[in-house]
């Protein structure tokens, strides 16, 4: 195969892994799905490719090729409804609350950390405007159930059977749900009582006019 067809063999292979996965492909995995001897002869047509104006790396940084003119790369996640950031508000749905999928919205790749499960939630209330979380913010969260003190989160409360955006702090015999405005109370609740239900990873927010 000639050294150009092997280029555009490369750019192909790529582009579809992109479009597959989200994120680009490292070079030993187009050296497995290009058929190519070495890792060598991969970096080699690759920086051809870059020199050709083709595509474009980051210095030392895995995953870092961007084909150019294919525009940034984005993420569907599901948005899973809305969430009070400030008194906790009742979320509709019957027995796991955040299964329930809307709609999705459009969320850039690099946000995302990779393999991660994301979802977003529609911000009411400011009780974290403090924290840059306004009214009608996007938060994008990681679904987790765990979480570092300062993290924040989307808690469900079980007796309530509602959730609330907030900081999360652990303290003797309970756990602070702290808001991030100097108006409002913390909310101090059983650790029994109280479930993280996805980490703050990413704000997505609409430049308001007046």
């Known amino acids: 195969m000639a050294r150009s067809d092997k280029r555009t063999q490369i750019l192909c292979f790529i582009r579809e892994f992109i479009g597959d996965r989200g994120y680009a492909p490292t070079i030993a995995e187009i050296q497995i ?3 190519i001897s070495s890792k060598s002869v991969v970096d080699y047509h690759l920086k051809a490719l870059e020199r050709e104006g083709r595509i474009k790396r980051e210095a030392e940084t895995s995953r870092a090729i961007e084909i150019t003119g294919m525009g940034k790369r984005t993420l569907a996640i599901p948005l899973l409804g809305k969430i009070s950031a400030g008194q906790p508000i009742p979320v509709p749905t019957d027995d796991t609350w955040h299964m329930v999928i ?3 919205v459009e969320v850039p790749a690099e946000m995302l950390p990779i393999a991660i499960e994301a979802y977003a939630l529609k911000v009411e209330g400011n009780s974290m405007i403090d924290a840059l979380v306004d009214d009608g913010d996007v938060v994008v969260l990681e679904s987790i ?3 570092e003190d300062g993290d924040m989160v989307a808690a469900w409360l079980i007796e309530r059977q509602e959730a609330t955006l907030k900081k999360l702090y652990r303290e003797p015999r309970c756990i602070r749900l702290q808001p991030a405005n100097q108006s409002m109370a913390p909310m101090y609740v059983d650790p029994d009582k109280v479930q993280v ?4 990873i990413a704000v997505l927010r609409k430049y308001r006019t007046s």
């Open 145 to 147: 159930n765990t979480a």
């Open 102 to 104: 809307h709609e999705t």
């Open 33 to 35: 799905g290009c058929k």
């Open 197 to 200: 239900q996805g980490r703050v």
